[in-house]
């Protein structure tokens, strides 16, 4: 029965642009869905692969002692790395950190801070490291952009570290800013500084000993290793998700109102079409034609509006959101900044696959059967009344 | 003929003047703070570096506040709570109510002989009175402060002034003796000031209104019950 | 005209009804999402304002410059007499001091000595005041999870994870000790009544909230505070208010060479939120484009659809010797009267439901875990003065276009062809 749908085609382009506006309509529906629904997942995957790039690598072993949350803690949370972690250090596949509680001296003021040391040649974390590979006997230590707000130190500066090392005795040393990093990852900056791990495990006396040993990303890690635990990469990104899942039900009403307005307006359009083409009907009624061919006809226009729309939305959406997937939106990096968010100025919608084909299966199936109810009418259309030109 | 003495004899001296086996000190703190400042009594049972134990004699607040450390386990006891709290050892890094010194400094009485190496560096004059100046390195690993300089009174083997320094050779604290009075035939600081020199401020400064040497302290003081007497 | 178009309208439902539905139905949607969009957006300020910048916010000079550290030796005294003035001087905000703290906790075992122990975050606020906002600020009640709010001092709120890692239940006590405004060492005992989810682990690992009078008393902070946040009394961030406001109070209260008198500073100047809610703006400008284009597109159908039912009334109308321009003007007239008085309902029963969904809200508990105090789990719709006005654009706009475009054909069909169409 190739008829049916070649007559609705027909049809339906024939309506010019009444079709044409609905058409239209329905794809913007469709475009902001994916669009909205893509910057929710662009969020979260931005904010996840940047902390993953600067900080998490592929998951990390926690020496037992070590609570992120507790700095009192350090001071027992640093051990020798076991001959397992050295293997994957030495491959290059993991690097250790050390980090040890310090007080920093800017001004006369006294602010406690983090030390961190680093590999200053380690390859798969992304931030600068490679600045701390100094060869003098100055202390070289890299802080980010936020460091630099809270003391107001410059790239050049020497300010006065203190800490005390593995044996409880004080140390201090001046030491020599040589690189402001610019990182959209909050947690890799703000109260803390980086040095050569070796330096820091000189300085503490803490040989071949580290707090953290960050795994790369494409290493399969599965066992515990005695006195570390691992800590994979989901756990490590728990705060975020649970923020991104809230926001992405708050637009998710949005839509259902989106959607529900579209398909208003293919109801109406069928009510419309149906109302004028009574006599149509009737005429094609009389020539022999089924009422429930005629239904199937009609279901089947209103049917192609979600085609249409489909193919229209592809033809001005597709290079609409690569673009905007490839520039990304621009964001006030602040405030992401304050909530601890590592997306930076720019915000990077990323659609999938499910998405994409998802939304459409649901705007076509919707379209379909919106299309239908209104056709129910057809059923009880006699031949006669609509010839001329009544709806019974 | 007195010859020049060696560091290690003066170092012995200073230690025969003001080391003894046990303490019982009755104190003073004057902690100038951003908002003003404020005085702090109290009487502390010291034996060694390894036992303390403090009770607060005023300001009302912190009258009653009692403090036990034993190696490095520290508890507190507050009338308030009525509770004995297990502070962890990481607190006596901490600085006490405020001040310029941490719990360590204050709970504990290391003879320096057997801590440090001595080497005389000099003499000067301080207080009116002419000083060795000593230089103090360290002899082992657990210790606080690497190296220090001592100004040693000639006469009266007591240090009137004195420098803590990092292992790096940075200067941390400084102490510095206003006043000195006699007891029972040794010679004490009586009002002394002590300085973070790495923060801004004006430091702590710290009275002592008496002092007894090797009295007869009972074990009892240094266990955990005492926090509740 | 009016009167005989009016009677015309009502008399012939089929005439008017259904597009009046329709737009009413359109203009009443329009509404809802608009105010649904406001609302979420303002939720992302709201998490940040509750918890930690009010509207404004009230600290020293000094505490400002070092907020992270929570350094209360830089806390501002005097509380009373600056919460009378302020509240006084700018009666329609509402006040709420804070002191933020942090410690160990420590739980006694029989003997009173410490069976287990844990660093603490602490946050004081006015919990007891019967009058106090800090209950809807803090979304305090839908937040426990177990045991019950505190109802008298001395009484705390620890966070739900931290209460199961010190193995500590509600009705047992826990001893605070942290550090006086004066550096002191300062202990003090509670009685945890109950728990609460925070929503953010790093809170959720170890916090506690206390109220206020209880910790101005432990930490020796008589009449004194950290921050006070000021809240406008709707809980809608006033932009040019709060900016006002901080001015007014900032040249009166402010004196050089002081760091500990009190400065105000708005939520925009505390961090980069103006940034970010200017970024907003186009986006949502851009979704609702989208809504009001495809209203106006659905109003138009329904205009079409008016006019389509009634080429035989024309017919007749032409016949009788309207002219086409009478007819046609008659029609927009009409159009806009549906359009006028269907907005009108529409905004109505769309106002109606968007108060709703503002004041009850929609709870999307069943999806999450449990309320948290930083997000609530009650998604809200905002009223703004905006959505009073927004749906008369598809409405009118709208129903008036279909019309005039649809009645264009008027002008070029023939009477003869109309008559036919009467269905004689």
Redesign the interface.
């Known amino acids: 029965m190739m008829l049916i749908p070649r007559l609705a085609l027909r049809n339906l382009l024939g309506a010019g642009l009444r079709t044409w506006l609905n058409v239209f309509v329905l794809s913007l529906s469709f475009v902001t869905i994916i669009f909205l629904q893509g910057m929710y997942s662009g969020m979260l995957r931005q904010v996840s692969d940047a902390t993953v790039d600067a900080e998490f690598g592929g998951g990390q072993y926690w020496q037992a002692n070590y609570d992120p949350f507790d700095p009192l803690s350090l001071q027992d949370a640093h051990a020798v790395i076991p001959d397992s972690l050295n293997n994957l250090i030495e491959k290059r596949k993991a690097t250790p950190v050390l980090i040890v509680q310090g007080t920093l001296y800017p001004d006369g003021r006294v602010m406690p801070v983090l030390l961190k040391g680093i590999d200053p040649n380690q390859s798969f974390l992304n931030f600068p490291s490679k600045s701390l590979a100094v060869d003098n006997e100055e202390l070289p230590v890299l802080i980010g952009e936020r460091m630099v707000k809270s003391t107001n130190l410059r790239k050049g500066d020497s300010v006065t570290i203190q800490w005390r090392d593995a044996n409880g005795t004080f140390d201090a040393r001046d030491g020599r800013i040589v690189e402001v990093m610019s990182t959209i990852v909050p947690t890799i900056d703000a109260g803390q500084m980086w040095i050569p791990l070796q330096k820091l495990q000189e300085m503490m006396l803490m040989e071949k000993e580290a707090t953290i040993v960050v795994i790369a990303e494409d290493l399969e890690v599965s066992d515990n290793v005695a006195g570390w635990s691992f800590k994979d990469i989901d756990f490590l990104l728990t705060d975020i998700k649970q923020v991104v899942k809230m926001r992405t039900i708050g637009s998710s009403f949005i839509y259902v109102f989106l959607l529900f307005l579209a398909m208003l307006a293919i109801f109406n359009t069928q009510v419309l079409s149906i109302f004028r083409r009574r006599k149509e009907m009737g005429t094609l009624m009389a020539l022999g034609v089924t009422r429930l061919q005629l239904i199937r006809l009609f279901t089947l226009e209103g049917a192609l509006n979600g085609v249409l729309a489909a193919t229209i939305a592809a033809v001005y959406g597709i290079p609409l959101l690569v673009q905007l997937a490839r520039n990304g939106i621009g964001l006030p990096g602040d405030f992401m900044d304050q909530a601890g968010w590592a997306i930076g100025s720019r915000l990077f919608p990323s659609y999938g696959a499910a998405l994409v084909l998802g939304t459409t299966l649901l705007v076509l199936i919707v379209t379909t059967v919106v299309s239908y109810l209104p056709t129910r009418k057809i059923a009880k259309l006699k031949p006669t009344d609509a010839l001329k030109g009544k709806l019974s | 003929m007195a010859q020049t003495p060696t560091a290690d004899w003066i170092l012995n001296k200073v230690d025969e003047n003001f080391g003894s086996d046990n303490k019982i000190i009755v104190s003073e703190m004057v902690?100038h703070?951003?908002?003003g400042s404020?005085t702090?009594k109290s009487k502390s049972w010291i034996q060694g570096r390894d036992k303390s134990f403090s009770e607060y004699l005023s300001p009302p607040?912190?009258q009653g506040?009692k403090m036990l450390k034993l190696e490095d386990q520290l508890w507190?006891y507050?009338p308030?709570?009525?509770?004995?709290?297990?502070?962890?050892?990481?607190?006596l890094?901490q600085?006490v109510?405020?001040?310029d010194l941490s719990y360590e400094d204050m709970m504990e009485d290391p003879k320096l002989q057997n801590l440090y190496h001595a080497q005389i560096i000099g003499e000067e004059e301080f207080l009116d009175r002419l000083c060795w100046v000593l230089e103090l390195t360290?002899k082992g690993?657990?210790?606080?402060?690497?190296r220090r300089k001592i100004w040693v009174d000639k006469e009266r083997y007591v240090s009137l002034k004195e420098n803590?320094y990092?292992?790096?050779g940075?200067l941390?604290k400084t102490t510095e003796v206003l006043e000195v009075f006699k007891a029972e035939n040794r010679w004490i600081p009586r009002k002394a000031v002590f300085k973070d020199v790495?923060?801004?401020g004006k430091g702590t400064e710290w009275h002592i209104l008496s002092m007894e040497f090797n009295a007869d302290i009972p074990d009892h003081v240094f266990t955990?019950a005492s926090l509740r007497r | 005209m009016i009167k005989f178009l009016f009677k015309g309208l009502f008399r012939d439902r089929s005439r008017s009804l259904f597009p009046f539905l329709v737009v009413v139905a359109g203009v009443m949607l329009t509404i809802i999402v608009y105010c649904w969009i406001m609302g979420v957006t303002s939720d992302m300020i709201r998490a940040a304002a509750n918890f930690d910048t009010g509207h404004v916010k009230i600290t020293t000079q000094a505490y400002a410059e070092e907020a992270d550290q929570k350094p209360n030796d830089l806390a501002f005294l005097g509380l009373d007499e600056l919460l009378k003035e302020l509240r006084k001087d700018f009666p329609d905000f509402v006040w709420a001091p804070r002191i933020k703290f942090g410690g160990l906790l420590d739980i006694p075992d029989e003997q009173g000595e410490t069976r287990s122990q844990g660093p603490v975050i602490g946050l004081a606020v006015d919990i007891l005041s019967p009058s106090s906002p800090e209950w809807d600020i803090l979304n305090l009640e839908k937040s426990v999870v177990r045991g019950r709010l505190p109802k008298k001092q001395g009484e705390i709120l620890i966070s739900d994870d931290f209460a199961r890692q010190l193995n500590v239940k509600p009705g047992e006590t826990a001893t605070l000790i942290s550090s006086t405004m004066y550096g002191s060492m300062a202990t003090a005992n509670f009685v945890v009544v109950g728990t609460v989810r925070f929503g953010m682990m790093a809170m959720d690992r170890g916090a506690m909230i206390a109220d206020i009078t209880d910790i101005q008393f432990a930490l020796d902070m008589a009449d004194g505070a950290g921050e006070i946040l000021g809240f406008s009394d709707d809980f809608i961030y006033p932009e040019v208010k709060a900016e006002e406001i901080s001015q007014v109070f900032n040249s009166r209260f402010q004196k050089k060479d002081d760091e500990f008198t009190p400065v105000m500073k708005s939520l925009y100047k505390q961090g980069g939120l103006a940034e970010f809610l200017t970024l907003l703006e186009p986006i949502v400008g851009g979704i609702l484009v989208v809504f009001v284009g495809i209203m106006a597109i659905v109003l138009w159908n329904a205009g079409l659809m008016g006019s389509l039912r009634r080429y035989g009334e024309i017919g007749v109308r032409l016949a009788i010797g309207e002219s086409k321009g009478h007819l046609y003007r008659s029609l927009i007239a009409e159009s806009l009267m549906i359009g006028f008085f269907g907005s009108l309902l529409g905004t109505a029963l769309g106002l109606a439901c968007a108060y709703f969904l503002q004041t009850v809200g929609f709870d999307v508990g069943s999806m999450m875990r449990n309320a948290t105090l930083l997000m609530s789990n009650v998604m809200r719709a905002r009223i703004t003065p905006g959505s009073f006005v927004i749906g008369f654009v598809p409405g009118l706009l709208a129903t008036v276009l279909g019309t005039s475009i649809s009645g264009i054909s008027i002008y070029k069909r023939q009477t003869s062809q109309l008559m036919k169409e009467l269905e004689v």
């Open positions: 902690i703070g951003r908002r404020r702090i607040r912190e506040t507190t507050t308030s709570t009525d509770r004995t709290i297990r502070i962890s050892g990481h607190m890094r600085s109510m405020g001040s360290s690993e657990e210790i606080t402060y690497y803590r990092a292992k790096s940075k941390l790495l923060k801004k955990k």
